[in-house]
């Protein structure tokens, strides 16, 4: 896989919150990992994750047992 770690790959799908924006985005699962809220990157507005955290820390298991079997893991 080119020395990319799963976890920089997956993408999780957001929406922001905010009436007047609304916009929907992706992120890299590692860019989320630990992370309470992200910013809208049209917006700027908080994005919580709390309502996604279970998603994500499933995402990012599979992600390492992913990089395992690809021999990337540790």
Request: charged share 20%.
């Given at each position: 896989m080119h020395?990319y ?8 799908k957001?929406r ?10 992706e ?8 992370r ?5 990157p ?5 994005v ?9 820390e499933h ?13 990337k893991?540790q």
């Open positions: 020395g770690k799963y976890a920089e790959l997956i993408l999780f957001l922001c919150p905010k009436p007047q924006c609304g916009h929907e985005f992120e890299a699962i590692a860019d989320l990992m630990g309470a809220s992200i910013p809208c049209f917006c700027n507005a908080d919580s994750l709390q309502e996604h955290k279970r998603a994500i995402f990012i298991d599979t992600a390492a047992q992913l990089d395992i079997l690809d021999g893991g």
